[in-house]
Structures are given as C-alpha cells and as structure tokens.
C-alpha cells in the first residue's frame, strides 16, 4: 500500500470549490509534484492530506488506513507561510515540535543538532525566529518539518526565498530523504525544480486536475516545436520550409526555429547542410514551463 492516496477528493468553501475531485498517489521514496496556477487549490490540498482540514468528498488513506491523530507523527508540512512563533527561542521550539510528534528528548536533540549542523546554522540555535532573515527562517522551517524524520513530507513552495546555495542544499537534502523513503508531496512554482526532482506530476487548473502522470511521458506526449541550429554563415530559405512558423538569427549565430510540424526539422538540417558546415542541431522537447503555460493558459486568478 502507498503512502498516501487520494480517491477524488473535494473541497467546498462557500460558494466556491477549491478542490474539485482530485486522486493521486504518492509512493515511499518519490517525489510528486503538484502544480497549479495560484488559487488552484495545492495549499488546501496539502492541508487536507495532514488532516487539518477534511474533505467533503472523497477519501483520504496513509499505507491504505484512513486518517487518525497518530499519523501526525510520521507526516512533516514546510507550509508556504512561515508557521514556526516569531518570538520563542529556536532550539526550544524545535525541541517541543520534535517531541509532540512522538521523539524523546535526547533523540529531539541529536536530530537538531544534525540538522542544524547540516544546514551550516548551529549560530541560530539560541536566536529567535525573528531575528533571521527571510532566507534562513525558510531553513528553519524545513528543519522543523523534518526534525522526527517523517514518512510523508509535504513541501509547499519549500524553496522560495532562498538563494541558489541555499537552494541546492535543500535540494540535495531532499534527495537523500527520498532514497530514505520518504514520500514527499511537493507544490512549487519553479517548473525546472519539477523537472530535476519529480517523476509524477499533477496540475490543477481551477481545482480540478487537467495533466496526470509520469512526466518523461507527459513530455514525450508534446510535439517538439522548437529546431536550435548553428551554423558559420547565414541559411538562406530557412522560412520557406512548410511548416516553419518563425526564424529567429540569434547574435551568436544560432538560430531558434518554431515548428509545426516535427517533418520540418529534417527539411531544416538538410538546407543548412546544403549550404555550408552545421555546428548545432537539436529538435527540442517541450519544457514543462511550456507545457504549464499551454495547459493552465488564461486560468491565472
Ligand atoms: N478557508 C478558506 N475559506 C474560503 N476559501 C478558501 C479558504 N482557503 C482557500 N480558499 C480558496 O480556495 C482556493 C484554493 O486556494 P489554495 O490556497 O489551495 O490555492 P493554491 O493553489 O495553494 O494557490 P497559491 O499558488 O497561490 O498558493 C482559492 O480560491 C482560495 O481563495
């Protein structure tokens, strides 16, 4: 049984369905990313999945169970807005976080000390959330969703605010988690952090879910509609090719080619060739910010 499945899940506020029968299922040691313009309905998602707030419709299960406090143990939530107290100190409030979810106090310790020590942070330990800049209480925040290592991790936006290496610490983190097995639900809005670390993928447009799947599939689904192409001197006809859409000469010389059909490209490769040596030619796959754009389109609130 997966960690975690959803069976159509619904969720109505007053007037308004933010959540309009969603599944999913998120397996040990995978991360899923769950993607939608804003207002889609990720947060409320997330939320429901930890249990603070229930579906109308639908059902919930963990390694097949439905939800019980329990669980609350084993699932950790980097929500999108910091939810850690301003005000107490940091090793306190860790060390309370830790030990609500089930950890004894010399283990809550250990922990923290590993954490803090492998996100370069032991300085803030005795410091108040407060006190730290937006970057490093975004750190926090991940350390106090992980601190009792939990089988579910839930990421909403886990690496907004945070500057390339700190970015790529988190990253590499979780990673590892995920070879720990791990199941991670993760929401960003970076489409290339969705690309490097997820292998399934949902978007929601208006709270229903509009692309499913395996992503190399997903991708693998889109025409390939863009020709890079290098060459020493100018292509001559380049834009009488049928099916070419727009030719672009870069300043390096590289053209960027749209296409829409995937036939042009060969077309492309044999008039370059023809008219002198070729030092790039590379048909495209869609990006998944390209995908995103096509399939959420004008759904932006
Ligand atoms: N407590 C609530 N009461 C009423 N409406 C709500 C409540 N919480 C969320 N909504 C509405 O549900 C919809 C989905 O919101 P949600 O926060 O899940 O979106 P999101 O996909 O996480 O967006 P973002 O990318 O901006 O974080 C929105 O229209 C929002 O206004």
New binding site residues.
Partial sequence: MNPLMLDHIV?R??G?T??DHLSLEVEEGEIYGLL????????????MVLGL?HPDEGSIRYHGQPYRTELQAMMGYLP?ERGLYPKVKISDQMLYLAQLRGMKAADARQSLDYWLQRFDAMEYREKRIEELSKGNQQKMGFVAAVIHRPKILIL??AFSGLDPVNVEMLKQVVLELRKEGTAILF?T?RMEHVEELCRHITV?RR?KPVLQGDLNEIKNSYPREKVVLRTATEVQGLDTIEGVTEVVRQDSGRYMIRIEQEQAAQQILQLAMSQGAVDQFEVKEPTLNEIFIKVVGSSH?
């Fill in positions: 969720k506020y007053a308004h933010a959540v939608g313009a804003n207002g889609a309905g990720k947060t409320t998602t997330m939320r707030i999108e909403d936006e929401s809005h929601l709270s609130e």
